[in-house]
């Protein structure tokens, strides 16, 4: 099983982007689907976790700005991000529980770089 994340990029501040992660592999279903990001010299923290029943958590610095979303016939999340602030910048992460050949994981994805320019 696989976490692929995409959409990072460089965007300026005040601008959209929207973030894919998808789990590819031996997937049966996916359980809690989450987003986190390390900025550099920080830790790496909670942006947004979804479950299967569309209950949504956020950090409360994203909250009115960011929005999860869940795929879950194509076992994807989606991190839509608006009104991006410097202070967003880091490398984000997708996260996910997994039932793959009849056991529960969780796995990360690689990580896609968000840049937000003042």
């Known amino acids: 099983v696989q976490l692929q994340a995409s959409g990072g990029g460089l965007v300026q501040a005040g601008g959209s982007l929207r973030l894919s992660c998808a789990a590819s592999g031996s997937v049966s279903s996916t359980g809690n689907m989450g987003w986190y990001r390390q900025a550099p010299g920080k830790q790496r923290e909670l942006v947004a976790l979804l479950d299967r029943g569309a209950n949504a958590n956020y950090a409360d610095s994203v909250k009115g700005r960011f929005t999860i979303t869940r795929d879950n016939a194509k076992n994807t999340v989606y991190l839509e991000m608006n009104v991006l602030k410097p202070e967003d910048t880091a490398v984000y992460y997708c996260?996910?529980?997994?039932?793959?050949?009849?056991?529960?994981?969780?796995?990360w994805g690689q990580g896609t770089l968000v840049t937000v320019s003042s």
């Open positions: 996260n996910a529980d997994v039932w793959s050949r009849g056991t529960l994981k969780n796995y």
